[in-house]
């Protein structure tokens, strides 16, 4: 697939996807964690829910790891086509570190903008400035890569 901005837009909501699923994991094991353990008093107890329950979760916590290893198995080759036009395009330093930041992390433009500017003394003064720049590196590295 060649890289369009479509493909980042939709590299990124792979990477939220990624996150959903991993959240929707530790819940279910949350959840298999707070069920009682079966009673085994030999008396006896109503109908045997119990296992039913835990067989509900275990599957579900299944098909969730299964989901997770398709969505990283994608995400894993997407970014190592994101990484081989960077490579290929040889973007400045900070062009690169843009659509790193962005489209292989998945972090968001407001933290992007912290990690690559927040180091000048003028950060807070200028923030609405280095926003802008932090745009037009983002729109320099897709030039250079051939993204339109």
Known sequence: MGLTKKFFQEHL???REIGLNQERLIAIN??????PAKKNDGMPHAK???NDTIAIKYVKRE???EELEKLRSREKEETEEIKNAIYESELKPEESQVITLRYIDGIEWQRVLKIMFSR???YEYKKHSYERQMYRLRKRA???M???
């Open 30 to 35: 949350e959840e298999i964690e707070m069920i």
């Open 120 to 122: 000048y003394k003028n």
């Open 146 to 148: 051939g993204i339109k």
């Open 13 to 15: 909501e792979l990477l």
């Open 63 to 65: 098909e969730i790891t």
């Open 142 to 144: 897709f030039e250079k």
């Open 48 to 50: 045997n829910v119990h």
